[in-house]
């Protein structure tokens, strides 16, 4: 059964003020040659001239890639005949980024009635950039005073804001893109009509002038597609179940305690309840503003129903993806498995389908910590292994269940009809009224009322409100002199309250919440004695701590747990804050004397250095957690050198490099490095000493590469070459320039990477030791020659090859042909220019292949001998091949190794398709990276295998289509192979 929808975070593109780089409003992506509909309202305010459009452009950024371009108005009604509000759009600059998959598919307005539907637009308001819109699509409504070519449509919605203009209207029925948004109706700014919007029928695409462009609307409905499956075989969960060793106790380990004043909230309960028992849904999210108490809902929730086992995750306290995977995994199948199994994506996998054989909840909570809270890309989930696992859960095909917590809307999850969300806003009356009644405050059932309507019922200020009325006026709520601003937010009024509390409390107190706040993670009682009661001088930040006696101390925590600012979790032996609490007093903490600030930070860092000690010699991600703190306070001390030197070597272990090649965590290993930096700006030089700096850029490059974020790569590598031309250091920046010429190559920008890869050859003159200097020389004339091969420069990729092969030979006499990761270039170029005899002959004679070799080159050199298989019709030892190298790929976190297997073995299958075995999960997973990573070379191979696909299925249309796209980003990069192969199907097919 089908749950996905078609994606609006796919073709959606904002519309912008060309000249000032403003958004104005939202776009539809229409067509992969880069039409686009939007609104002519829109436009206008662009600063485009309707009435003479010629020569005024519009700045359109593509949400799903970033990419930004330039549109100009090919298409609209002439306003003396119609006004609808509609125009379209074709970019001007470039080809479209987006593929034939990725544009709506559109139909009719006028067959949606009665009929849900979704939409994401920009707001113009506050810093949320996108914002979900849903509601029902009514019935045509008269527009007085307007000619107008089709009617315009009511659509009952409180979720249009300005900027929504242009948003595409998905019919989550008919799953179709039927219309634009064009206004909210709001009489006179009043409220009384703040559920009504009005939207454009994409039918207008069919009537003149607009049907000259030929975009096709659809009469019947687009079927939706299944949810993306675990790419974990039968064989190998029958290897995982026979290993497994679950770990039952650990699901709730990380869970809050069930709070005492608990109060109500009977009806989001009952939701809840229902969502859990749809047999159609199987993650329901929370939304809701700090402090509504989502949370304390689901907490509250878990114990009510029946379950096999419950995990709870918080990522305030937990903010790593990866140690999420890491912990799900061992509380599913035990910690022997989890050490056996270190790429994300894999872990991923497993865990998705060991939830089909029993019935869990998993409670993501605090979600909004992995969601962008910055930029075009605001509430977007920034873990690609997180946002596969979350499509894994989405499907029908077990009985879990998801709940997730955030502040922020998810909007990749608004493409499943599996997904439902759940607004957590104000407390009613009523329960307003039975939680300060809880809390001991006095007074009349209206006037508990007046007090909680008066704070709009957000439930954290009332909770404290009510706590401070009942522990320090005690209960006497007419002593309460406090009244919310009419411009606050609710942010706003909870800091207000806390500086009232602040007012009250002692020095010591105000001083244990400024120190705890500078804790990321939950408060171990075992830190009290090393960081908040050991002696210090009278200037430290706990000196009136230290005066306390242990009785006046404990006195003091308990008043604290009193007010509601301090949670104890017994089982845990651990204190916590609520975020916005801790936002509060972080805020006092940096405002202290910088002296005492180091200080504190520093203390913190000692404490978790003592921690790491007890870390095993195998450790897991978990067991770096005193690690990844003590860097964290190490920098916030201004210690950048002794946080490095703990990176380097307690984390890293020198040269083994435990945290990135061992437990494949490039994520938490990226966020360590980013915190050596200023403003974690990788384009500023990280504030070490001189010795490891490059070394700590290319590091940053490394990562954020073998993520796929391959344009962030480009800041730190670049920033690494600068540093090192500037200090002489010849052989760093040499293979920074090699590291810039591989990331081009990957991003289609051939000549940049051969431009690249002659700077790291003409630095690798000045390095004085030989043997480096000739290592350093080889590996560039290698990249050089693929960067020629790849722009179908032959001869000169010949020469460049067998200038490596020179130096090669002068290093090491006794070897014959290039090899490990220059091997695999060149036997590549060998197999394209038909010299098929001495490609396998490299291969196989390289000493280190099969057994010896990285991962990542044997993962490459198995798809050379694929591609050398298939071209000569061996197809069952090709399939060994990319088989055995798509194992190795998933093993490791490289995502252009996984890659290129992918479109090895799902070019197999498209062109001689195996029993039992489709190219399509091969392709299209290959196709979200390229598309999700900036992998241009990558994404023209893959769309002609799609293309091969398609032929032999018998779908012409469709292979012409993804074989036109494949040749016309080929050409525009210059890569020579991709018009090769694309010319090639599109001979078969024409």
Not at 170 to 192: H, K, Y
């Amino acid at each position: 059964m089908g749950v996905t929808l078609q994606d609006p975070l796919n073709f959606t593109v904002a519309i912008q003020d060309a000249r000032m780089g403003d958004t104005v409003g939202t776009g539809v992506a229409v067509s992969a040659d880069g039409k686009i509909i939007t609104c002519a309202h829109v436009v206008e305010s662009a600063g485009v001239k309707l009435s003479q459009p010629d020569g005024y452009e519009v700045g359109i950024l593509f949400q799903k890639t970033g990419d930004k371009r330039k549109a100009r108005v090919i298409c609209c009604f002439k306003p003396e005949e119609y006004e609808d509000d509609f125009v379209l759009l074709q970019l001007v600059d470039g080809v479209s980024p987006l593929g034939p998959e990725q544009v709506a598919v559109l139909g009719y307005l006028e067959n949606a009635r009665s009929h849900n539907f979704s939409a994401i637009g920009y707001s113009l308001l506050g810093k949320q950039r996108m914002r979900w819109i849903d509601g029902k699509i009514m019935g045509p409504v008269p527009i007085d005073g307007r000619t107008l070519r089709t009617d315009v449509y009511e659509l009952r919605t409180r979720d249009i804001r300005p900027g929504h203009s242009g948003a595409a209207i998905l019919d989550t029925e008919d799953n179709l893109v039927v219309g634009i948004v064009t206004s909210r109706w709001n009489p006179m700014g009043g409220t009384a009509d703040d559920n009504i919007g009005h939207g454009t029928d994409a039918l207008l695409l069919g009537f003149e002038p607009f049907e000259a462009y030929g975009i096709e609307l659809r009469d019947e409905p687009l079927g939706k597609a299944s949810a993306p499956q675990p790419r974990i075989s039968e064989e190998e969960m029958i290897k995982v179940r026979r290993v497994a060793q679950p770990q039952p106790d650990e699901g709730m380990r990380r869970a809050p305690a069930l709070l005492e004043e608990w109060v109500g909230r009977d009806e989001l309960l009952d939701q809840l309840t229902a969502d859990y028992n749809d047999p159609d849904l199987r993650i329901a999210g929370l939304i809701g503003f700090g402090g509504e108490g989502k949370s304390s809902l689901a907490r509250q929730w878990i114990d009510s129903v029946e379950v096999d086992g419950v995990f709870w995750w918080g990522f305030y306290d937990n903010r790593e993806v990866e140690q999420f995977f890491e912990a799900a995994l061992t509380y599913l199948a035990g910690p022997e498995l989890t050490a056996q199994v270190t790429s994300t994506s894999v872990r991923a996998g497993i865990i998705a389908q060991l939830l089909r054989e029993k019935r869990y909840i998993f409670v993501l909570d605090g979600f909004e910590v992995t969601q962008h809270q910055e930029g075009d890309r605001y509430g977007q989930i920034a873990s690609r292994e997180m946002i596969e696992f979350l499509g894994y859960l989405a499907g029908l095909e077990h009985n879990s269940f998801c709940l997730i917590t955030t502040r922020t809307p998810l909007l990749e999850m608004m493409k499943y009809t599996s997904y439902q969300y759940r607004d957590v806003d104000r407390l009613s009356e009523a329960d307003g009224l039975a939680l300060l009644r809880k809390q001991g405050v006095k007074g009349t059932d209206d006037e508990l009322k007046a007090l909680v309507n008066t704070w709009d019922g957000h439930a954290l200020t009332v909770s404290l409100l009510g706590a401070y009325i009942g522990e320090t006026l005690g209960g006497d709520l007419s002593q309460l002199d406090e009244e919310p601003l009419a411009d606050e937010t609710r942010y706003e009024r909870v800091y207000r309250i806390l500086r009232r509390y602040d007012e009250y409390l002692g020095e010591a107190e105000k001083a244990f919440l400024t120190l705890f706040s500078a804790f990321r993670t939950p408060v171990k009682v075992a830190a009290f004695p090393t960081v908040f009661r050991p002696a210090t001088d009278a200037t430290a930040l706990n000196a009136p701590i230290v005066k306390l006696s242990d009785e006046e101390f404990e006195a003091m925590i308990e008043r604290l747990r009193g007010y509601r600012i301090l949670r104890y979790d017994p089982a845990q032996q651990h204190y916590t804050t609520h975020p916005l609490i801790r936002e509060h007093y972080i805020g006092r903490f940096n405002n202290i004397p910088e002296e005492q600030k180091n200080h504190s930070h520093n203390v913190i860092k000692e404490h978790y250095m003592i921690l790491a000690r007890e870390i095993p010699y195998h450790p897991s991600l978990e067991d770096y957690v005193p690690l990844i703190e003590a860097i964290h306070h190490a920098c916030c001390a201004g210690s950048y050198d002794e946080a490095a030197i703990i990176y380097w070597g307690w984390v890293n272990r020198d040269e083994k490099q435990m945290l990135t090649h061992i437990l494949g965590a490039y994520e938490t290993a990226l966020a360590l490095i980013q915190s050596l930096f200023p403003q974690s700006d990788f384009g500023q030089e990280p504030l070490v000493s001189d010795l490891g700096k490059q070394y700590i850029l290319n590091e940053a490059g490394f990562c954020l590469m073998n993520q796929g974020r391959l344009v962030e790569a480009t800041v730190p590598y670049k920033n690494a070459v600068r540093m090192g031309v500037k200090s002489n250091d010849w052989y760093n920046a040499s293979a920074g320039y090699q590291n810039l010429a591989e990331l081009h190559a990957y991003l289609g920008e051939f000549e940049a990477s051969a431009v690249y890869a002659r700077k790291a050859r003409e630095i690798a003159r000045h390095i004085k030791v030989r043997e480096k200097r000739q290592r350093r020389e080889g590996d560039s004339w290698a990249r050089l020659g693929w960067a020629e091969h790849l722009r179908g420069k032959l001869s000169a990729a010949s020469n460049a090859f067998r200038k490596a092969e020179v130096v090669l030979k002068r290093r090491s006499p006794h070897m014959k042909y290039l090899y490990s990761t220059n091997g695999v270039f060149y036997a590549e170029y060998r197999r394209r220019v038909g010299d098929i005899a001495n490609a396998r002959r490299m291969i196989v004679s390289d000493p280190g292949f099969p057994t010896s070799l990285s991962p990542e080159v044997t993962s490459l050199l198995h798809c050379v001998l694929g591609n050398l298989d298939l071209d000569a019709g061996e197809y069952l030892e090709a399939h060994g091949h990319y088989n055995k190298a798509l194992h190795i790929a998933r093993s490791i976190t490289k995502r252009n190794v996984l890659i290129d297997a992918l479109i090895g073995l799902g070019r197999l299958l498209a062109r001689h398709p195996q029993p039992g075995e489709s190219a399509r999960p091969y392709l299209d997973e290959a196709l979200g990276y390229c598309l999700e990573s900036g992998y241009r070379i990558y994404e023209a191979d893959c769309r002609v295998a799609l293309a091969w696909m398609h032929h032999t299925e018998g779908s012409p249309e469709e292979a012409r289509s993804q074989a036109e796209r494949a040749k016309a980003m080929s050409a525009e990069m210059g890569y020579h192979w991709g018009v090769v192969d694309a010319e090639e199907l599109l001979a078969v097919v024409l």
